[in-house]
């Protein structure tokens, strides 16, 4: 469900294609704001409250992967990306630069209209039981949606958020793909688990965890991943 006031920034340059989404988000309950030119991404989002992007990579000029970087070099707003690029590498390009999805065109509205929820539902802010968690590997501040690896403040995106944070609150817990989906997700398609993978990826590149042999995070063969403070194998 929308709440209400919730908004999207819709970077689309096809007339066409805009007028129909943003018809399909509008009626979901969206407020929809449009830009056609990648250039003017950060402008609006400075100047305008926005909760999700929803951005198409095949931008003229300044193209969608570029508008990417520049959004996560300023804001951590979920970001949606849309392509009509069918290839894998295109996809794993996307999450790994910090896409928090992606849809390949043609998609059903309904798709659009769960993916974008889903994205907000996740990254709305929530009371946390628990305010912090200390361990030898990583400091969270739910409150304040900080986190500290070996004493250095890290940014991340809402999907490294609550990837994050689907690990920390279980420690030494194999956890699959399928159940990384609904913690970190909450993807309500059930479809899409080949992004887990290049998620984790990516989170450990941000934490610093890259080392195998001493990243917390484990990867567990044919079954999925554990979180294990101080690291080990995996």
Known sequence: MVSPGESVLLVEDDDDIAAVIRG???NAG???????????VLRTLFEQHVDLVVLDVGLPGLDGFEVLQRV????????????ARTEERDKVDALMAGADDYLTKPFSNRELVARSIALLRRTRPARDAIEEISDASVEVDFVRRQVW??????ELTPTDWNLLVAFV??????????????????????VGSERVKFAVLR??????WTDPATSPIQSVRSIGYRYVPGG???
């Open 72 to 83: 996560r070099e300023a804001t951590d707003i979920p970001v949606l990306m849309l392509t």
């Open 232 to 234: 080990g194998s995996g």
């Open 203 to 208: 989170l450990r590149r941000r934490m610093g």
């Open 24 to 26: 399909v988000l509008g």
């Open 30 to 40: 969206f407020s929809v704001m449009r830009v056609g030119d990648g250039r003017l």
């Open 169 to 190: 609150r279980r420690p030494g817990l194999v956890l699959s793909p399928a159940q990384l989906l609904e913690l970190a997700w909450n993807d309500p398609s059930g």
């Open 149 to 154: 690896a070996a004493g250095r403040p890290v």
